[in-house]
């Protein structure tokens, strides 16, 4: 299980790098609607967000390797040599959310990846710091990235995590937000973070960036650290 667990999570990554302006959870509703074969589910990802009717140039050789296949079909011939994508009804569903169709299995799966509302400061950076100052707690941020399946796993694995997160909603305002909105851009040029997803402890008061940590951390050192943090920050103030 855990190999298989592994190679869906590069194949995930892997989609993220070729398929520009996808999600993750985008990246993950393709890949189980064509079984995890990562070629079609990178021509369904076009086909169902109305691309040219011919593949673009980068994707003509899994084209080729998807229509070479007996039993393919989501690739046929098209006209001057090009490919037309054949969406499955059910793929579709995936997409535009019909509710008389919604797979249950992808209300799980989407509930597993989805942002930590229960813990998340609703709001803008600014808002959020002040917040953060007014309830002397520190300011927890992670900045995200829809290209990177770690975000996902951070969401999934870290923030999901009930000690992690009962830690945060005592000791800290948690702000999360993507790097390519204004307000992600605003926070990653300000804190100079270049490689995202992002973590950072932030002093509401100064400003500061206390520590960061970039790319995937698991639930139990970050918990451990926090736990820590905060201990130390109790014994300083008394």
């Not at 985008?26 to 169902?48: N, P």
């Not at 969401?155 to 790097?179: K, L, M």
């Not at 950072?200 to 926090?226: R, Y």
Request: glycine residues 6%; negative net charge.
């Amino acid at each position: 299980m855990e190999s298989e667990s592994i190679d869906k999570e590069s194949r995930i990554s892997s989609f993220l790098e070729i398929a520009v302006g996808a999600s993750g959870v985008t990246a993950i509703e393709c890949l189980q609607a064509t079984s995890w074969k990562l070629d079609e589910a990178i021509l369904l990802f076009f086909a169902v967000n109305e691309a040219d009717a011919t593949a673009p140039p980068s994707y003509s050789a899994l084209a080729e390797n998807a229509n070479s296949r007996p039993d393919q079909n989501l690739v046929t011939g098209g006209q001057d040599g090009g490919y037309e994508v054949c969406v499955p009804p059910h793929a579709k569903d995936l997409f535009y959310n019909d509710a008389s169709t919604t797979d249950t299995s992808h209300d799980i799966l989407a509930s597993l990846y989805r942002p930590p509302f229960h813990v998340m400061f609703n709001g803008s950076f600014e808002k959020a710091k002040d917040a953060a100052l007014a309830q002397d707690k520190w300011l927890l941020v992670n900045l995200q990235s829809t290209k990177e399946f770690s975000s996902l796993m951070l969401n999934r694995d870290t923030w999901g995590n009930e000690a992690v997160s009962q830690i945060i909603s005592v000791n800290f305002i948690f702000w999360q937000e993507y790097d390519d909105t204004s307000e992600g851009r605003k926070v990653c040029s300000f804190y100079n973070m270049d490689s995202i997803p992002a973590v950072l402890v932030i002093d509401p008061i100064t400003g500061q960036k206390i520590c960061s940590w970039c790319g995937m951390i698991n639930p139990q050192p970050l918990g451990e650290v926090f736990a820590s943090y905060v201990y130390h920050c109790i014994l300083v103030a008394n």
